[in-house]
């Protein structure tokens, strides 16, 4: 292989972790996708697509996930397409070549699974957010996607209180609370005691997808669009717990 193209597919690294990880509910499984679709690309030959789209779609055609029915296989196309476009943001386009589909059947698809977006469950969700208009727009966010506000935290001690008493159905953290702590080290404290799909909000999620620990499954990155929470809301709470 190519030192560039080496290159170009360590730098995709983060990304791929992070969708493999959202599409499969696990750091665990996630992470053994990237590492087997690295192994198939090493050895085959490059394609026309960059590397970072051919590193998605080597982790999408291995993501199969056992015998299906054809609905089952459908849901698992909406499930990529949607994390391709929007925590991914790539392009219809794009997204379609990942995935193998013609451009017009993605986009039909795609349309099919933002209106299966406004059937989801609702959930309780807390937000740990230490800056206040940021807390109050993902406040305005989650109940854009129809779900319920548990609570705010600014800091690692209100966050595990909060979580103690209302109990979330999801968590919803950033990363550096500033002088009020750490939101991975509250969300471990509240694991230990209240089991609830997380997901990180980061600006920089480069620095957390690196494999070397015990990491979330589900990430976005600021700032984000509210369906990108819609959508990483689906998966978190249909996807299973995003700690193994």
């Keep these: 292989m190519p030192l560039s193209r080496r290159q170009d597919l360590i730098r995709a690294l983060p990304y791929a972790r992070r969708y493999a990880r959202a599409l499969t509910g696990s750091q665990p499984r996630g992470d053994l996708l990237v590492a087997e679709s690295l192994r198939g690309l090493t050895v085959a030959e490059p394609g026309p697509m960059p590397a970072r789209l051919c590193l998605y779609q080597w982790i999408s055609r291995q993501f199969q996930p056992g015998p299906a029915s054809d609905a089952e296989i459908l849901n698992t196309v909406k499930r ?3 994390l391709l476009t929007s925590l991914e943001e790539l392009s219809i386009a794009d997204a379609a070549r990942v995935v193998d589909l013609a451009e017009a059947e993605a986009a039909e698809i795609l349309s099919q699974a933002h209106a299966d977006l406004r ?3 609702q959930t309780s969700i807390l937000i740990i957010e ?6 109050m727009d993902i406040e305005d966010l989650v109940r854009w996607c129809g779900h319920e506000v548990a609570g705010v935290a600014a800091t690692e001690a209100d966050a595990v209180d909060l979580a103690c008493r209302t109990k979330p159905g999801l968590i919803l953290a950033d990363i550096n609370l500033g002088a ?7 969300v471990a404290s509240i694991l230990r005691r209240h089991k609830a799909p997380v997901i990180f909000v980061t600006a920089y999620p480069e620095r957390l997808l690196t494999g070397e620990a015990i990491e979330p499954a589900f990430v976005i990155t600021k700032p ?4 990108t929470l819609a959508i990483a809301t689906y998966q978190a709470v249909t996807g ?3 700690f193994d």
């Design 224 to 227: 984000f669009e509210p369906m």
């Design 130 to 135: 230490d800056e206040p208009i940021i807390a």
């Design 80 to 82: 990529k397409l949607l």
């Design 180 to 186: 009020g702590g750490d939101g991975a080290q509250a």
């Design 240 to 242: 299973g717990p995003s």
């Design 119 to 121: 059937k989801v469950a």
